[in-house]
């Protein structure tokens, strides 16, 4: 029997652009970037706003309802600021870090649960995937502090490696502990794990303390802000940057505080659940907004360290700390 | 840990700052503010010329005829003038948001008849 | 060490840790200062050749802007100058009175630096709080004298603005506010780890070095010497009032931080005691517009430290030379040996250690310009111009 | 009073003819006139032995066709002694004390900076407060520059006017 080819390409072709459109539809818009940019405004606004009433003042107040609208504000008046490209800086590496350092935590951020239990790119080992994702931002951050030629920029940069050394491993050793337990390097299967059992904050307290001081100190907040401690090395590794580049990079920041908190939501909080009426994506935006205003919290309360106390302090406490936490899931304490 | 505390206790009460534009803080009595000349009673005896550290006074003509510019960009609101004037013809007023873009604001003209 | 690796790393003139212009240029080996080269003059606006060219009378106001922080500092010992030379006494109400106003001033200067060190160390929470708290001062401030910052209380032969009965019971009630606040404060920097981490045994001077290099004030007690200008050389009613010298024998940014905070709950006490035992009556006497020949040395505890004025008169309505040396000044030969040896990363919290006032420290000469591209309107120009209009 | 008299009675003995004139207008106040020369082995000897070991500051006065330098010296932060020499302008030369006093290295320079006085053997005597551009010779705290003339000449330094 001779199938008409021309029909069944029709077929194909009719059916492939249904799904693309779909599949484009939600990478770029709704759990994908473009909502996730609107999170990341908020999470900015949420963010600045609670750290302001913890220190007895308002916060953005004027531009929208409560001043939710500062952060598009900045993020365009940045646009339209003047972009210097620094004449004896790495013209490439320039250009290309602060393009990196935002597209590394969206494309991090399809990996996890938004919408349902499953995300847009669910595969085993995406938990693999999003801790070299860190390690890659934080690569980013060096090569875009190096390559702006500047004294202070250049021991930014430097400062912002060694901080990685010091607490990549204790939060490798934290993302493992959830994926240990549930049996699965995949972030989705670990959500549904903790939609049957308890969350896994409750069974790895330890790691989650370990997992929320690690990321602290990869979204560089105050306790571990070296990298572009404002008052010695004026803004660190962003210093030679402005305009719109200054703005990719906000935006970036922005978005790395989504990913930080959607992480703590799904590998600890059990990310998406559906309470009986209410779907799941409402429950996954309360969790995270709970994460940013934590992160916030901390943020708040700490003095910054220095960099070698930064380094003897994670290797001298974390560290164990993290390994205690593996030792316990293995005794079968962790769930 | 005890800031922990502090920190939270914060959340409850209100912010210390002030929506400026909106809200504004009430001075207190002799605040010296801007010096305003009071022309029925000044006899044009220049002492406040004189005194001012800053030369944010300027007299057109002697005697009764005299007249005043203030310019409030030079003034630095010492209340020297005020304190020496034998008339009491300057008060220092309640008013201090002064700022401005066009700088020919600055200047407050005390005519005699006006 | 070898010399290959030394980066000269300046600071400032324009830099987040400095709040006014001054560079230092840092010899650094990887993260250790090896050199500290001093280069000051920023915020030189020629203050004593300005001296020169007005009377006294206007001189009280030009001595005020010394500095922003500390202006009662500069008027007291300017007015306690001249009244040396015309040898007039203020009235002993006047002499209460400026012990009160030097004394709220301490305690909103320091209360000023502990904020802007809670910054320098990144605890910006802290920094907002005592600032919060310090505007109990400032309105205190406004009360009595009507403004915030620049009192103008001080005039030659007294006080321009009386302390009424009425305002003492509100003076009380901010003082007894301020006082749990501050002990709150005190605790807090003693057992906050992280500040703790940040100024135990940072920028260490030792006794030996304070006096060699002649530091003064907060600085010099904190290394364990007891100096201080209003104990051993009283001015205005010093010598009518308890006062203990606060030293610690830290001898680290931590310790200054420690006297700063035991000398504000030290000057809510004097203020208690001078407001209880201000005698009545008059608060200034006239004085001529004239001031004899003669020359005089004036010395005032300021809050960064002793302040030095000498006047010299020649019988005219102008001085004919009039020198001011702020507590600064003599702080930084201390300030570079504190740096030496340290992390870069304590630069900001040893340079604030000293509380440095470059406003005050720079007296002389112009504005002048390091680019010279820029061009630039002299004042009178910017006056004719536009003010004619 | 005593303990200012017995600090000038050994003044007085150790100097002996160096020593000008005394006087003490009040209570821990004293002003002593010394000869040029005598500059290091007074100060020597009122830090070492008479323990003022604190130097305020160096004040330098234009006298018309002579500089005043004034060392303000303190004895445990109380009694005040100012130790002051003159110099002429033509050559302006003082031995340093910052062997003797490390704490007056800023004060001398900015003697220097403002009214021209040398210091010899002073570590470094580069500028402290005038900028670079300062022209040479010209000291502004000198009698001789009216505020007026030394701005007109310092603006043509600061290159094309508006």
């Known amino acids: 029997m001779d199938l008409d080819h021309a029909a069944v390409k029709e077929e194909v072709r009719k059916k492939m652009t249904g799904e693309t459109i779909v599949s484009m539809i939600r990478i770029l818009v709704f759990p994908g970037a473009l909502f996730l940019f609107v999170l990341a405004f908020f999470y900015e606004w949420v963010d600045r706003k609670f750290f302001a009433r913890l220190q007895n003042r308002y916060g953005p107040l004027h531009t929208g309802p409560h001043g939710i609208l500062q952060p598009i504000a900045d993020f365009f008046k940045l646009l339209s600021k003047e972009d210097i490209t620094p004449h004896a800086s790495d013209k490439l590496m320039f250009i290309l870090t602060p393009i990196f350092y935002f597209a590394l935590p969206l494309t991090t951020l399809f990996v996890i649960p938004i919408l349902s239990q499953t995300s847009l790119v669910a595969f085993e080992g995406d938990l693999i995937f999003v801790i070299f994702a860190f390690t890659l931002i934080i690569i980013t951050v060096f090569l875009a502090g190096w390559s702006s030629i500047n004294r202070f920029s250049t021991i930014g940069s430097i400062r912002a490696m060694l901080q990685m050394l010091s607490y990549e491993i204790p939060m490798g050793l934290a993302t493992v502990g959830p994926a240990i337990v549930t049996g699965s390097l995949s972030i989705s299967s670990i959500v549904k794990w903790q939609s049957h059992n308890f969350w896994l904050i409750l069974l790895q307290p330890l790691g989650f303390a370990v997992f929320t001081i690690c990321l602290l100190a990869e979204l560089q907040f105050v306790p571990f802000d070296i990298p572009e401690a404002e008052t010695e090395i004026v803004a660190g590794w962003r210093t030679e940057f402005s305009g719109r580049k200054l703005a990719l990079l906000r935006l970036g920041k922005d978005l790395e505080l989504v990913l930080a908190s959607a992480l703590i939501t799904s590998l600890y909080l059990g990310g998406p659940q559906q309470f009986w009426l209410i779907p799941p994506i409402v429950a996954f935006l309360v969790k995270t907004t709970f994460a940013v205003m934590l992160l916030s919290l901390l943020r708040a309360v700490f003095a910054r360290f220095r960099i070698d106390q930064m380094l003897s302090g994670m290797w001298k406490y974390l560290l164990p700390l993290a390994t205690l936490q593996i030792i316990l899931i293995q005794a079968g304490l962790g769930g | 840990m005890a800031f922990l505390k502090e920190a939270l206790k914060q959340l409850l009460r209100r912010p210390a700052t002030l929506k400026y534009p909106y809200e504004k803080l009430t001075v207190p009595k002799d605040f010296r503010g801007r010096p305003i000349w009071d022309m029925k009673k000044c006899i044009g005896c220049a002492l406040c010329f004189n005194v001012c550290p800053s030369g944010a006074i300027e007299m057109i003509g002697k005697g009764l005829e005299a007249e005043i510019n203030h310019y409030v960009d030079r003034c630095m609101f010492c209340g020297q003038c005020a304190e020496i004037c034998p008339e009491n013809a300057i008060r220092m007023s309640e008013e201090y948001e002064l700022a401005d873009f066009d700088r020919s604001k600055m200047l407050h003209e005390y005519k005699k008849h006006s | 060490m070898s010399h290959g690796s030394i980066i000269k790393v300046p600071f400032g003139p324009q830099h987040p840790a400095l709040k006014e212009p001054e560079n230092f240029l840092f010899e650094v080996d990887g993260e250790i200062v090896v050199d500290v080269k001093p280069r000051l003059g920023y915020n030189h606006r020629g203050i004593e050749k300005a001296f020169e060219l007005r009377t006294y009378i206007q001189n009280i106001y030009l001595a005020e802007r010394i500095c922003g922080i500390c202006s009662d500092a500069h008027t007291t010992c300017y007015t306690q100058a001249i009244e040396e030379l015309l040898n007039v006494e203020p009235p002993p109400r006047a002499r209460y009175i400026r012990v009160i106003i030097a004394e709220l001033e301490r305690i909103h200067s320091h209360a000023l630096w502990v904020g802007i060190a809670a910054h320098e160390i990144g605890f910006d929470t802290l920094f907002m709080y005592v600032w919060r708290d310090r505007e109990t001062v400032l309105d205190l401030f406004e009360m009595i004298s009507g403004n915030r910052i620049h009192y103008a209380m001080n005039t030659i032969g007294g006080v321009r603005r009386d302390i009424h009965a009425a305002m003492v019971p509100k003076i009380k009630k901010g003082l007894d506010f301020l006082e749990d606040r501050l002990e709150y404060y005190l605790n807090v920097v003693q057992t906050e780890q992280t500040i703790l981490k940040r100024t135990a045994g940072v920028g260490v001077l030792k006794p030996k070095d304070a006096v060699n290099l002649c530091a003064v004030g907060p600085t010099l007690r904190a290394s364990g010497i007891k100096n201080d200008v209003r104990e051993d050389d009283p001015y205005a009613a010093y010598d009518e009032v308890p006062l203990n010298v606060i030293t610690h024998e830290g001898c680290d940014v931590l310790s200054r931080i420690l006297v700063r905070c035991e000398e504000m709950l030290e000057s809510i006490k004097i203020i208690r005691y001078a407001l209880d035992g201000m005698p009545e009556g008059i608060i200034r006497v006239r004085v001529p517009m004239k001031v004899p020949e003669g020359e005089v040395v004036s010395r005032v505890e300021a809050p960064r430290g002793e302040l030095i004025h000498y006047a010299k008169s020649n019988g005219t309505t102008k001085p004919e030379r009039y020198k001011v040396r702020s507590p600064t000044l003599g702080n930084i030969p201390a300030l570079c040996k504190m740096l030496l040896g340290g992390y870069v990363a304590d630069i900001p919290i040893v340079l604030a250690g000293i509380d440095p006032c470059f406003a005050c420290m720079d007296r002389m000469a112009f504005v002048d310009i390091k680019k010279n591209k820029e061009w630039i309107w002299t004042m009178q120009q910017l006056r004719r111009k536009y003010a004619k209009k | ?162």
């Not at chain 4, 570590?123 to 001789?144: A, C, F, M, N």
Request: proline share 6%; glycine share 4%; net charge positive.
């Open chain 4, 1 to 162: 009073m005593e303990k200012e008299n017995e600090i000038v009675e050994k003044l007085k003995d150790f100097l002996k003819e160096n020593l000008v004139n005394v006087t003490i207008p009040k209570k821990r106040r004293i002003f002593v006139y010394i000869k040029k020369d005598a500059l290091e082995e007074a100060m020597e000897y009122l830090v070492k032995d008479l323990k003022f070991k604190h130097l305020s500051t160096i004040t330098g006065v234009d006298l018309g066709k002579e500089i005043e330098v004034i060392y303000h010296l303190s004895y445990k932060g109380s009694i005040m002694l100012s130790a002051r020499l003159a110099v002429s302008k033509k050559n302006p030369n003082i031995p340093t004390i910052t062997y003797i006093i490390p704490g007056a290295i800023l004060y001398e320079r900015e003697v220097h900076d403002l009214l021209g006085v040398k210091f010899e053997g002073h570590p470094d005597l580069s500028p402290l407060i005038l900028p670079e551009k300062w022209p040479k010779g010209v000291y502004p705290l000198r009698k001789e520059h009216q505020l007026k003339h030394l701005k007109e000449m310092t603006s043509e330094k600061r290159g094309e006017r508006n």
